[in-house]
C-alpha cells in the first residue's frame, strides 16, 4: 500500500447527491485501477486509466459514473445522483510508467462510501 | 473471470508455515501469477508474484509447478496478523494487465 492516498476515508452522501472520490497514485505512478467492494464481497474491477485516458471501462456502471485521470492531479471517481446501492468501499491501485505484467500494483486504503 | 482456483478458506496454527494451494490450469506462457492479501476491510497488500521460477521475499515464497498449471503461497511463520483473505491471481495481458480478483481462500491463523 505504499504512497498510494485515497480521500476521504470516509463519505457520507444523501441519496441523489454527487460523491467524488480522489486518488492520488504513488509518485511517478502513471496507471490508474479503480475497484469496487460491496459489503461482504469481492473485489470487482471498474477503469483503468492511463494519464488524461480511459483505457478500460468495462466494470463502469453505464449510468452515473464517470472518471478521470488529468495530466495534473489525481485520478477522480464521480458517482452522481448516488442511490444506496452504491454503498462500498472504492480502493485505487496504481502502477508505474514503465507498466507491464511484471509490475506489481499498489493500493490505497480505501474510501468508504455510504448513502443515506 | 479470475481464471485460477482456491479453496474458501483454511486455518493455521500460530507459528507454523501456511500453504495456500491455487489452480490456474489455463494459464498462458507469458502470464504471472499475482498473489496479494485483504486484511478485514483494508486495501489489498501485494505479497509477491512469479512466472515459472520460485521467487522468496521478505513476506512469503511463491512455489510454482513445473507445468505452471498450480501454484503455492507460503507463509513461513504464520502469525495472527496474516489473517486475511488471501487472492492468487493471474494477471492477463489481453485483459489489459488488470488484476481480477476472484473469491480467495480465508485464512483464520488461530494461536
Known amino acids: 500500500n505504499a504512497g498510494v492516498m485515497q480521500n476521504p476515508r470516509h463519505l457520507v452522501r444523501r441519496r441523489g447527491q454527487e460523491a467524488r472520490l480522489r486518488c492520488s497514485p504513488v509518485?511517478?505512478?502513471?496507471?490508474v485501477y479503480w475497484y469496487r467492494q460491496l459489503p461482504e464481497e469481492g473485489l470487482k474491477f471498474m477503469v483503468y486509466?492511463?494519464?488524461?485516458?480511459?483505457?478500460?471501462e468495462s466494470g463502469m456502471p453505464k449510468e452515473r459514473f464517470s472518471a478521470e485521470f488529468p495530466k495534473e492531479g489525481p485520478s477522480i471517481l464521480r458517482i452522481q445522483q448516488v442511490v444506496r446501492g452504491d454503498s462500498a468501499a472504492y480502493f485505487c491501485?496504481?502502477?508505474?510508467?514503465?507498466?507491464?505484467?511484471?509490475?506489481?500494483?499498489?493500493f490505497g486504503q480505501g474510501t468508504r462510501l455510504t448513502v443515506v | 473471470d479470475a481464471k485460477t482456483t482456491q479453496p474458501t478458506s483454511m486455518d493455521c496454527a500460530e507459528g507454523r508455515a501456511a500453504n495456500l494451494p491455487c489452480n490456474h490450469s489455463?494459464?498462458?506462457?507469458?502470464?504471472?501469477v499475482y498473489w496479494y492479501r485483504q486484511i478485514h476491510s483494508q486495501g489489498p497488500q501485494y505479497i509477491i508474484h512469479?512466472?515459472?521460477n520460485n521467487e522468496t521475499n521478505e513476506m512469503a515464497s511463491l512455489i510454482i509447478t513445473e507445468d505452471r498449471k498450480s501454484s503455492t503461497l507460503i507463509l513461513p511463520h504464520a502469525t495472527l496478523r496474516d489473517t486475511a483473505v488471501y487472492y492468487c491471481?493471474?494477471?492477463?495481458?489481453?485483459?489489459?494487465?488488470?488484476?481480477?480478483f476472484g473469491g480467495g481462500t480465508r485464512v483464520l491463523v488461530k494461536p
Open positions: 491471481i493471474v494477471r492477463v495481458e489481453a485483459a489489459g494487465n488488470k488484476l481480477t
Open positions: 509518485k511517478g505512478h502513471s496507471h
Open positions: 491501485a496504481s502502477s508505474p510508467e514503465s507498466f507491464s505484467l511484471n509490475t506489481e500494483a499498489f
Open positions: 512469479g512466472l515459472k
Open positions: 486509466l492511463q494519464k488524461e485516458n480511459i483505457i478500460d
Open positions: 489455463t494459464i498462458s506462457g507469458n502470464e504471472y
